[in-house]
């Protein structure tokens, strides 16, 4: 059996929840983007935000083709190994059945994490269809006051990135600023033109900004963006060892660090 924290939202059916927990306008926040604009790194560093502000904070990883977790912490910091996939094998999904298959740290008692496991892929498992997908995000919505979902780039193929983008309530659309990122995405929008696709939910941010990217190059690549998140070395040396999750206290990671905090504050309210 599972040992969750005292104090973690495993327990908010013991003790009364947090003032800031109670009925956020956005519970659910999609992140998704081009291949390679940096969807797990913001969605780690969000979560991350929400749980160091002491909010309970549930992080889901959608990909199924290079399952992330391992490149979040070291297996040493997780209290367990549970799978996102034995949630979807399920013929009907429950809280309790999520309970059961949520990965908890041992350092950080507001987050908990959903996803493959490594050297899991799509074939695992049963194949899932799209009503388990929607009840899963629906059930979600009891587990935690906070979700972010990391989706991936290849939605045509991925059921609950799909699902997931439709039903959140807010979404991060990543773009590198380079053509290749915006063509990708001028390639998939389509897929979701026929659905409930509420473009007026979206945030566009111009993500993993170098140095030589001037503000009036981004602008001209990617139009209007509401963020702007820099480059940071400190930041790509964590996801290389696998720990995207370790703090930032170089120089180097002031400005995204800070563009994380502007996200919080204007997604969340945090």
Same mark, same amino acid.
């Given at each position: ?31 998704? =983007? ?11 560093? #969000? &979560?991350?935000? @929400?749980?160091?502000?002491? $909010? +309970? ?18 297996p040493t910091d ?40 490594? =050297? ?11 009503? #388990? &997908?929607?009840? @899963?995000?629906?059930?979600? $919505? +009891? ?38 990122s915006i063509s ?37 690549? @990617? ?48």
């Open positions: 059996m599972i040992n969750f924290m005292k104090g973690s939202l495993f327990f908010r059916n013991q003790m009364k929840p947090s003032q800031e927990d109670l009925n956020p306008d956005v519970q659910v926040l999609a992140v998704w =983007g081009s291949p390679g604009s940096g969807k797990t790194t913001v969605s780690v560093r #969000l &979560a991350k935000y @929400l749980a160091a502000h002491k $909010r +309970n904070a549930l992080l889901l990883l959608c990909d199924m083709t290079a399952p992330m977790l391992p490149c979040i912490c070291p997780l209290e367990c190994e549970r799978s996102l996939g034995s949630i979807l094998a399920a013929t009907h999904i429950t809280d309790e059945l999520i309970r059961q298959n949520c990965i908890t740290l041992k350092k950080m008692e507001y987050l908990t994490i959903i996803g493959m496991k490594k =050297g899991e892929n799509m074939y695992t498992y049963p194949p899932y269809t799209t009503e #388990l &997908a929607t009840e @899963l995000i629906d059930r979600l $919505r +009891n587990i935690a006051p906070y979700i972010i979902i990391d989706c991936s780039s290849y939605i045509a193929y991925d059921v609950l990135s799909a699902v997931s983008l439709l039903e959140a309530d807010s979404v991060l659309r990543l773009v590198n600023c380079d053509l290749k990708y995405l001028s390639s998939q929008l389509p897929l979701l033109k026929d659905q409930k696709w509420d473009a007026d939910k979206q945030y566009k941010v111009a993500s993993d900004i170098k140095p030589n990217q001037a503000s009036e190059h981004i602008e001209q690549v @990617l139009g209007n963006v509401t963020f702007k998140l820099p480059h940071s070395d400190e930041l790509e040396k964590l996801g290389l060892d696998g720990n995207l999750l370790g703090d930032l206290s170089l120089k180097d990671s002031r400005g995204f660090r800070k563009e994380i905090a502007e996200i919080a504050k204007e997604v969340f309210g945090v």
